[in-house]
T-cell receptor, first 115, second 114 residues
Framework: AQKVTQAQTEISVVEKEDVTLDCVYETRDTTYYLFWYKQPPSGELVFLIRRNSFDEQNEISGRYSWNFQKSTSSFNFTITASQVVDSAVYFC????????????FGKGTKLTVNP | EAQVTQNPRYLITVTGKKLTVTCSQN?????MSWYRQDPGLGLRQIYYSMNVEVTDKGDVPEGYKVSRKEKRNFPLILESPSPNQTSLYFC?????????????FGPGTRLTVL
């Protein structure tokens, strides 16, 4: 069975601080995919990134970066120089190749960026 | 614009009154899925469809029905809604192999069953 743990339920930072959201996953499969989604206060789910298990390169997109480490089964998300608009709930999700046809979501981390 | 649309966005209804939440995508995606989001429980899959006329149960299918008569539409039907189906519902679609391809979500439907 697959599982995603986001241990941080809520994080509060001041604008311009860097913040890292943790994601730890569990799966016995060797081919799997990891995702991050953002849910702003307006409620929609916005896709941020998809990474497969064979690609451990870290990725940077503007102020966002992702650190994928198979050795620790983690796929952490860092926001550099946070802004108020980054305030949202962030979800990490996992799916496996050939497994049940669904995304397994973590419970989410609520990030509040204060001015 | 490529998108997944859901209607209605908000709905308040009473126990037992049948309702349908529509979902439509304009990306010619094969895979579509319904999730519900509840506080403390995260997102859970209700039903999914790999293609036209192919549907299957997710984790929490009880009390729901779906149909996939056309590629673009995947309505969620609550034949006899109950208060425990009060939730935020999301429809999603992806190009293929839904669970491993990127899923794009609709704006959500907030349902309250009194």
């Amino acid at each position: 069975a697959q599982k995603v743990t986001q241990a941080q339920t809520e994080i509060s930072v001041v604008e311009k601080e860097d913040v890292t959201l943790d994601c730890v996953y569990e799966t016995r499969d060797t081919t799997y995919y990891l995702f991050w989604y953002k849910q702003p206060p307006s409620g929609e789910l916005v896709f941020l990134i998809r990474r497969n298990s064979f690609d451990e390169q870290n990725e940077i997109s503007g102020r966002y970066s992702w650190n994928f480490q198979k050795s620790t089964s983690s796929f952490n998300f860092t926001i550099t120089a946070s802004q108020v608009v980054d305030s949202a709930v962030y979800f990490c999700a996992l799916s496996v190749e050939g497994g049940s046809e669904k995304l397994v979501f973590g419970k989410g981390t609520k990030l509040t960026v204060n001015p | 614009e490529a998108q997944v649309t859901q209607n209605p966005r908000y709905l308040i209804t009473v126990t037992g009154k049948k309702l349908t939440v529509t979902c439509s995508q304009n990306m010619n995606h094969e895979y579509m899925s319904w999730y519900r989001q509840d506080p403390g429980l995260g997102l859970r899959q209700i039903y999914y469809s790999m293609n036209v006329e192919v549907t299957d149960k997710g984790d929490v299918p009880e009390g729901y029905k779906v149909s996939r008569k056309e590629k673009r539409n995947f309505p969620l039907i609550l034949e006899s809604p109950s208060p425990n189906q009060t939730s935020l519902y999301f429809c999603a679609s992806s190009r293929s192999r839904g669970n491993t391809d990127t899923q794009y979500f609709g704006p959500g439907t907030r349902l309250t069953v009194l």
